[in-house]
């Protein structure tokens, strides 16, 4: 796999550009220092993934996610893995909000274990996806705050199905259980979608995140 590089740090540059041009399964063909580099690079190169970190010169804000979401429109086939040292939700958001697919988001302490990283490198390029868990729990927390006032307008009924979401019932399973007719499931299904605000664009499914959100409200066991 043809890898470009960009961080700001030479430190990091020099660490994680001797874990990438060790491995047998990376072709790291260039490094950058900054945003400018890095769009130069990617041209040049043709790389099959940018490994990049967010902030960078010459904006020093979120330049590697401007890039990567550039990508999107010039080189939609790279993969990019952007590496950084903050579980920030608006980050992972920016990043992820028009799709995950062949898009990563990992934390630089996980970049100590070089399988983290490859694997990660590996994912995107064949256009999964890879977030840290520690953003994962980031995004979770960002999002049931801002939802928590929602679960209060599901109806009894929603609430229910809801209920058997998170329990991993398929849509025939909840028609069985509650007597309803699989049209009638899938209506109360979208409804939650959209009381909830979850969309397509989300980094995991509708679907495991009306899960998660009803698990995030139930009381500890005892």
């Known amino acids: 796999m043809r890898v470009v590089f960009a961080d700001d740090s030479y430190l990091l540059r020099e660490a994680i550009g001797h874990l990438l041009a060790s491995d047998p399964r990376v072709e790291l063909v260039q490094v950058c220092e900054d945003g400018h580099g890095l769009r130069a690079a990617i041209a040049e190169a043709e790389p099959d993934v940018v490994v990049t970190d967010i902030r960078m010169p010459p904006g020093g804000d979120n330049e590697g996610i ?14 990019v893995v952007i590496v950084s040292q903050y579980a920030d939700p608006g980050y992972a958001f920016a990043l992820l909000e028009r799709g995950s697919d062949g898009r990563a988001y990992l934390l630089k ?71 309803l007719t699989k049209r009638a499931v899938e209506k109360h299904v979208n409804s939650i979608f959209l009381k909830l605000g979850l969309t397509d664009d989300e980094h995991v499914s509708r679907r495991v995140q009306a899960a998660l959100i009803h698990r995030a409200e139930q009381p500890p066991a005892a």
Do not use: F, Y
Not at 66 to 79: C, K, T, W, Y
């Open 109 to 179: 302490e996980r970049l100590l274990r070089r399988e983290s990283l490859i694997g990660a490198i590996q994912s995107v390029a064949e256009g999964g996806s890879v977030v840290d868990p520690k953003v994962v729990e980031a995004l979770i927390a960002s999002h049931m705050r801002d939802q928590r006032s929602a679960l209060a307008e599901l109806t009894p009924r929603e609430l229910e199905v809801l209920a058997a979401i998170a329990e991993g019932a398929s849509n025939q399973a909840i028609s069985d259980s509650l007597v």
């Open 66 to 79: 401007q890039v990567a979401n550039d990508l999107r429109e010039s080189h939609p086939l790279v993969g």
